[in-house]
């Protein structure tokens, strides 16, 4: 394993993202780090995440495609992550837990 690497997680485990972002036409500008399961979201805001988008990559490639990832390694379950834009510094904030 690299020694440089991050994450907790392996770089092949899987995370989702969109084909538009996979493709090149937008920027990871939202993540997001799921409390029930651990499993991290690489999104873009613009884009409504749904089914016939989604995509599943290895974390590994995410970080390949932009490396201010890296920053986000720490990023704890339930939590999430944006950005006004490439080069722009990343915000955190915990997810809002729904109550009833």
């Given at each position: 394993?690299?020694?440089?690497?991050?994450?907790d997680d392996p770089p092949n485990v899987a995370?989702?993202?969109?084909?538009?972002?996979?493709?090149?036409?937008?920027?990871?500008?939202?993540?997001?780090?799921?409390?029930?399961?651990?499993?991290?979201?690489?999104?873009?805001?613009?884009?409504?995440?749904?089914?016939?988008?989604?995509?599943?990559?290895?974390?590994?490639?995410?970080?390949?495609?932009?490396?201010?990832?890296?920053?986000?390694?720490?990023?704890?379950?339930?939590?999430?992550?944006?950005?006004?834009?490439?080069?722009?510094?990343w915000h955190r904030a915990?997810?809002?837990?729904?109550?009833?």
């Open positions: 394993m690299d020694p440089d690497w991050p994450f995370v989702f993202t969109t084909r538009q972002v996979m493709k090149g036409e937008h920027i990871i500008d939202y993540v997001v780090h799921d409390d029930d399961d651990g499993a991290w979201q690489f999104l873009n805001r613009a884009v409504d995440f749904d089914m016939a988008n989604a995509m599943l990559v290895g974390l590994s490639e995410m970080v390949k495609r932009d490396s201010s990832l890296r920053e986000l390694w720490d990023l704890p379950y339930g939590w999430f992550a944006w950005r006004e834009g490439k080069g722009q510094p915990e997810m809002e837990q729904e109550t009833g």
